[in-house]
């Protein structure tokens, strides 16, 4: 069982995605409209078609929103697996190698917080410290995030280093 699929992750309700929606900054706005033109351009559709389906699958509860994972966060990864079905296809078996450009390693990137988050289930202090990071948090604010002492919250930061670390070069 995934970190989405598990029932230890609460999920928004459907009057909370409607609002979350509802309530996107125009800065969000923004980075879903550049992730699904980054992700349009291998479908034979266009990148607001890509973002209306997102929506729908979203609201006719066809894809599920865990609580912890952010508005851009998911909604790129929504329609990155939309792109990537509608790729499928499109091509088949006949699909041309592209080169990766760094955006799209910075949209991967995104969608990859996910399984970041997920690695740290056993501890709830560490995934709490890894999701400020994600949001912005730094220095002075993440230690009071984290509600340990100097010492406390700099282990806990190694040992966030460390599995991450470890993921990734497992990966490579």
């Known amino acids: 069982m995934d970190a989405v699929t598990s029932p230890r992750i609460a999920a928004r309700s459907q009057p909370e995605i409607a609002i979350a929606i509802t309530q996107l900054t125009a800065g969000e706005k923004i980075a879903l409209m550049k992730i699904a033109r980054l992700y349009a351009r291998g479908t034979p559709y266009d990148h607001e078609d890509l973002i209306h389906e997102a929506f729908a699958r979203i609201l006719s509860g066809?894809?599920?929103?865990?609580?912890?994972?952010?508005?851009?966060?998911?909604?790129?990864?929504?329609?990155?697996?939309?792109?990537?079905?509608?790729?499928?296809?499109?091509?088949?078996?006949?699909?041309?190698?592209?080169e990766i450009t760094s955006e799209e390693r910075n949209a991967n990137a995104a969608i990859d917080a996910e399984k970041i988050i997920a690695i740290f289930d056993d501890d709830l202090v560490a995934r709490r410290i890894v999701i400020a990071m994600m949001e912005g948090a730094r220095g002075e604010e993440l230690l009071a995030i984290s509600g340990l002492g100097k010492t406390e919250y700099e282990s806990k930061r190694t040992k966030i280093r460390r599995r991450v670390e470890k993921i990734f070069h497992g990966q490579r």
């Open 62 to 98: 066809r894809r599920t929103w865990p609580r912890h994972i952010n508005a851009t966060m998911f909604l790129g990864g929504v329609v990155r697996s939309i792109a990537w079905e509608w790729r499928c296809d499109r091509h088949s078996d006949e699909t041309e190698p592209t």
